[in-house]
Structure formats: C-alpha cells, structure tokens
C-alpha cells in the first residue's frame, strides 16, 4: 500500500475514534512521560471492551491523561474532576465515560478547590496552592466542591467493585485517599499515582510515603519515572 495513502487511512480511523480532525488524534501516548503505555502492557491480554477504571483528578481527556489510550482501545470507565472545565470535551469524545464533578478525599461534605491558571495544578491542599503560588503561578478562583471518600464512590458508583485500574492525581492529597481506603476490600489490579510535588528535585521511589503505604497493603512498585509511580497487585501479576 502507498505510504501516504496508509497513513491517511490510520488518521480517518483515529479521527472517528476521538473526534474528526481532534488534534490529540495521532498520540501514540497520552500520559505525561508515557505511563499510558506501561499500564496498557499490564492488561495486554485483557478483552479491552470489558476493563474499567478510575479516573481521579482526570483533567483533560487526551492530554497527560493515564486512561486516554485505553478508553481508544475500547476500555470505559469513570472520570472525576472538581473542575468541570474540560467535561464537554468528555462527552464529544469519551461518550462511552462516566464523568463525575467531584473531589475524592478523606472525608465527605464540601471542600475549597483552588483553580490554579495551570488547570493540572489545581488542588484541594492549601499548602500545595501555596507552593504553587510560590512559584510563579497564579490562582484564578476558590470553589466549593462535594467530596466523597474513595470507598463511598466505589459502593454507590461502581456497584461496590472497584475498577481494573485506577489513576490518582489530585495535587498533594493522594496519600491520605489512598490511607482512608478499606484495602481489604475490593481493589484495582494497577494503580498509578503521582509521587512527588512539584517543586521536589528527586524522590527515591522506594522510600516514598506512597511505596511504603501501598507496600503495606500488598502492592509491588512496578515502574517509576520520578514523577509517577505505577503499582500491581502481585497476584493479578501471577494469574495473567
């Protein structure tokens, strides 16, 4: 087949999955530093119409998003964000989503939101809004937004089964949702949370408050690239 002629038919194939001539159309990755790519290899022999996951702190639907690439490789799943910003983006082009306009933490009722100019940076912690502004970057509003812990949204969302995978990125809160969870429950096969704040050099994954927790509860760090950590359940690890 002619080269052109070939790449041409890749590109109406992508377009009709993600939205005719949607920009995001010709990633071979979606995640910051390919995490996306990792996690997919995880579930490579997984029927991919039947593999959910969790999407927390989803932000854009394509971009530095952890379940994009497996949403177009025919997965679904739930997307929370306490910014609605990019939701109509979701439902033109992640129909087959569920989304959420939430916040996940460690207790329920209403909490502030600090939208920050940088939509990924935009948190429920005040000292990392505080870091941020430290920074250099700029807060554009405080909203109050519903929170639910983690295993309220698994029992009333997800019919008390938690998703394949979950993506935790909510900017400075990810090891107290993570502590709040009943791990002996039901549980994701694949985690993948962010593990350092923004203005940390290095951490050394091994140590990290988040390795150690998750450790603790029976996951095997699988992957780090000093921003995110990627976990797996040893025993979905032995049975694939």
């Known amino acids: 087949m002619n080269w052109n002629r070939f790449k041409k ?5 992508l377009n009709d999955l993600v939205g005719r001539n949607h920009k ?7 995640s910051q530093y390919g995490e996306d790519i990792i996690v997919q290899s995880l579930f490579k022999n997984y029927d991919y119409s039947k593999l959910t996951y969790l999407d927390i702190g989803c932000n854009h639907p394509f971009r ?3 379940t994009a690439l497996l949403y177009l490789n025919g997965a679904s799943g739930f997307c929370i964000d306490a910014d609605q910003v990019f939701f109509s983006d979701y439902k033109k082009y992640r129909a087959r989503d569920i989304c959420f306009n939430i916040g996940i933490a460690d207790t329920e009722g209403d909490l502030s939101f600090y939208v920050m100019n940088n939509s990924t940076l935009s948190t429920f912690s005040e000292q990392e809004y505080l870091n941020y502004i430290r920074l250099g970057y700029t807060l554009k ?5 519903p929170v639910m812990r983690l295993d309220s949204f698994i029992k009333n969302h997800c019919n008390g089964i938690f998703p394949d995978f979950l993506s935790l990125d909510v900017e400075g809160l990810d090891l107290d949702i993570l502590q709040s969870y009943n791990w002996e429950s039901t549980k994701p096969k694949v985690i ?3 593990g350092r704040s923004i203005d940390d050099a290095y951490i050394n994954p091994s140590t990290s408050n988040i390795t150690r927790y998750l450790s603790s509860v029976g996951y095997a760090l699988y992957s780090f690239n000093n921003l995110n950590s990627i976990f797996v359940d040893p025993e979905y690890l032995r049975n694939k």
């Open 64 to 66: 530095f998003n952890n």
């Open 192 to 194: 993948c949370v962010e």
């Open 9 to 13: 038919s890749v590109s109406y194939k």
């Open 141 to 145: 509003k405080i909203i109050e937004v």
């Open 24 to 30: 995001y159309s010709y990633k071979k990755y979606y």
